[in-house]
């Protein structure tokens, strides 16, 4: 009986450890959309209200934002490897804590607190343990799948979440990732791990006004629908006539502008700063930094749309909607792990280039296709297309962001990395969210004006009820609304007319903002380099 080669041996060994990072990966990416199709049944389950969850929701983002470079430093300090198995215990923890939870106080400690603060100290972790265990030349496709699997986690958890809420329960969910989670503890025997020579120590007063500044900016970002923008929307506080948004905004960007001086006086003393100043200055891992957050921006925002267009405009299941999804999650594995193997050596500017001009022309096809009267089936084709794109970004970013930097920095890049694509997802969530809104408004306002079997009265009315914005809600939620209001069948049906072409205008304009954000994202590509890491200077083609 033959025996196995090293080399196959070896390969199996490679499969299980990203086989386990990509498990990981997937679970933490599973909480940012897994229950946004549930809200409703968990806060009636509970006893709470709709704005209950979403806060436990906000709050969960809110965790991870704050703690992420502190959670990638701690992987420096006690390993990376023990960062990732403690990280996991407490996220197992906090999924069995919410699965259980009979309110809304144990909800927000088991999901928005211990699971947040597991994922702050696993997902630093696996962008260094990545480093650690795959050569230069291996990297690029290994960070492609594992961002893949994130983004398949945000694009299939409306579907999971609608499975479990209408055929069983949603608590089983946070059941299943115990289940999932103690397999990734068992598999995590296999990850590799470089030991830790130097023991840094941990930078309280950096790690504080880190948390305070991105907690403030991720703050405003998640509650600008309520605060305003700019001028404070109808009843919201104000300070000198100006939103929250702006003031919390400012007061972040001041901390941060302290913690940057704060570390650089920390390393002029020859102390251990949270975060090297000198990161700051390599383009190329900023470059990667800014990549990574206009993808999540981008994709965030679609994820935001799309699914609304689908669930409200045309009236499909929650678990029909998460099928209709599924095109983008199989392009997107595709690309991002056939990109590495069948074009090794191409260069990942011009392979970040084409994805993002991939991802623009798949936004303005799904543009130019939808109108009052379009179905579901118009998503298929620009779903494709977004999914190769966002594909090939995830096969390249990963790999030129940590390959900037030595492998013993590469926690404090994972950290600064996934600080930056929960920064760009909020952002995207957020202004995606007011553009629809506001152009939705907008677009009812004029359309009942314009039409003359509206009466008059119903106009004023209506001006003043929406001066604040008006809802993405569905034909029949409409309907019923004006019926209960009093409102004759033909100005009911007028308004119905008007409303669908509202949604459309909406939608589009937010779909046109953010193939923008990816245009935008082009002018700042020549920061990415021409070489993959580890290839020789020759096998540059740009």
Known sequence: MSTPSNG????????????????????????????????????????????????????????????????????????????????????????????????????????????????????????????????????????????????????????????????????????????????????????????????????????????????????????????????????????????????????????????????????????????????FANRQMTGGLIMFFFQFLVMMGLFFAIPLYLSVALGLSAIDTGLKLLPLSVTMLVAAAGVPKFFPTASPRRVVNLSLVVVVGGIVWLLTAMDAQATAEIVSGPLLLIGLGMGGLASQLGAVTVSAVPDSESPEVGGLQNTATQFGASLGTALAGSILVASLTASFLTGIDQNPTVPDEVVAQANVQLSDGGEFISDAQLQTALQQAGVDEQTTQAIVDVNEEARVDGLRATLALLALFALIALFFTRRVPTTQPGAPPLADLA
């Not at 420096?76 to 699965?99: E, H, N, P």
């Not at 946070?174 to 999932?180: C, D, Y």
């Not at 830790?196 to 991720?218: E, F």
């Open 8 to 279: 196959s041996v070896a390969q199996q060994a490679a499969g299980s450890v990203l086989i386990t990072l990509c498990a990981a990966q997937f679970l933490m990416a599973l909480d940012s959309s897994v229950m946004n199709v549930s809200i409703a049944t968990v806060a009636e389950d509970l006893g709470t209200t709709i704005t209950g969850i979403q806060t436990a929701i906000v709050l969960y983002t809110l965790v991870m934002a704050m703690l992420m470079v502190t959670g990638g430093k701690i992987g420096s300090i006690i390993g990376r490897k023990r960062a990732f198995v403690i990280g996991c215990v407490i996220y197992c923890s906090g999924s069995l804590t919410t699965s259980l939870a009979p309110n809304l106080g144990w909800l927000i400690f088991g999901w928005s607190f211990l699971e947040g603060v597991g994922a702050a100290l696993i997902m630093p972790a696996i962008v260094a343990l990545v480093a650690g265990n795959f050569p230069a030349e291996g990297r690029p496709r290994a960070y492609g799948l594992v961002g893949a699997a994130g983004a398949i986690a945000v694009a299939v958890g409306p579907l999971i979440g609608g499975l479990a809420t209408t055929y069983a329960s949603w608590r089983w969910v946070f059941a299943g990732e115990v289940l999932v989670g103690a397999v990734i503890l068992l598999l995590a025997r296999r990850v590799a791990d470089a030991p830790v020579d130097v023991r840094p120590r941990l930078d309280w007063v950096g790690s504080l006004l880190w948390a305070a500044a991105m907690g403030l900016v991720i703050v405003a970002v998640l509650r600008s629908s309520e605060w305003g923008w700019i001028l404070p929307a109808d009843g919201a506080r104000s300070v000198l006539g100006m939103s929250l948004v702006v003031w919390f905004v400012l007061a972040g960007l001041a901390l941060m502008l302290l913690f940057l001086q704060h570390v650089r006086r920390r390393e002029g003393a020859g102390r251990d700063p949270l975060v090297s100043p000198e990161l």
